[in-house]
Nanobody
Framework: QVQLVESGGGLVQPGGSLRLSCVPS????????MGWYRQAPGKQRELVAS???????IYVDSVKGRFTISRDNAKNTVYLQMSNLKPEDTAAYYC?????????WGQGTQVTVSS
């Protein structure tokens, strides 16, 4: 079973930036499209960004122009660069497959945007 380890979250002021990282265990990373999801308190988990094997990306409207998803297959890592953060971006962030049967969720990394 793949284990997902997310990191890079923290407390940041509005307008600030963070870069999240996700490292799936094993060597199968490069054959899957990957996504970053987030779940705010009292809300459903949502897919906010995804990247295909070839590097094509899709973003939910609320983060377009502010978030950038990328992957480094050699390092077995997927990233989410977040800039111009807003209070409504506050959530726990998780990575997983972008589609198909999802792996078990990791612990996620908390992002809190507050002044």
């Amino acid at each position: 079973q793949v284990q997902l380890v997310e990191s890079g979250g923290g407390l940041v002021q509005p307008g600030g930036s963070l870069r999240l990282s996700c490292v799936p265990s094993g060597s199968i990373f490069s054959i899957y499209g990957m996504g970053w999801y987030r779940q705010a308190p009292g809300k459903q988990r949502e897919l906010v960004a995804s990247i295909t094997i070839g590097g094509s990306t899709i973003y939910v409207d609320s983060v377009k122009g502010r978030f950038t998803i990328s992957r480094d297959n050699a390092k077995n890592t997927v990233y989410l660069q977040m800039s111009n953060l807003k209070p409504e971006d506050t959530a726990a962030y998780y990575c997983n497959r972008a589609r198909g049967t999802l792996w078990d969720w990791g612990q996620g990394t908390q992002v809190t945007v507050s002044s």
